[in-house]
């Protein structure tokens, strides 16, 4: 089992940035990639970014690219989503997933290939 608490969501001006954690415990974090996604009511979840379990490949999806960095510090169990030029659009609750595969190098996008799912933490962006 595996516990994962997102933090440092709030309320932000477009332009703005937000750095986001996900601190997980329980399970060997580094074992695993682990992914961001971000939710508005009456619509999926939306994949965003996701790392494999060294770092070493990621994955984002098109409308984040080169705005949003997914980051994870093996170490300190956590891992981060380092959101620059935000938008309204951009508003959403955000959470963090944990893929119960261990080592493996494929980094997945979909919400079903993923099992650990934290609480999510809201992010608005004003206009």
């Known amino acids: 089992q595996v516990q994962l608490v997102e933090s440092g969501g709030g309320l932000v001006q477009a332009g703005g940035s937000l750095r986001l954690s996900c601190a997980a415990s329980?399970?060997?974090?580094?074992?695993?990639?682990m992914g961001w996604f971000r939710q508005v009511p009456g619509k999926e979840r939306e994949f965003l970014a996701a790392?494999?379990?060294?770092?070493?490949?990621?994955v984002y999806e098109d409308s984040v690219k080169g705005r949003f960095t997914i980051s994870r510090d093996n170490a300190e169990n956590t891992v981060y989503l380092q959101m620059n030029s935000l938008k309204p659009e951009d508003t959403a609750v955000y959470y963090c997933?944990?893929?119960?595969?261990?080592?493996?190098?494929?980094?997945?996008?979909?919400?079903?290939?993923?099992?650990?799912w934290g609480q999510g933490t809201q992010v608005t962006v004003s206009s």
């Open positions: 997933a944990a893929d119960p595969t261990y080592y493996s190098n494929y980094v997945g996008s979909h919400p079903y290939e993923y099992e650990y």
């Open positions: 329980g399970r060997t974090f580094s074992k695993s990639a």
């Open positions: 790392v494999s379990w060294s770092g070493g490949s990621t």
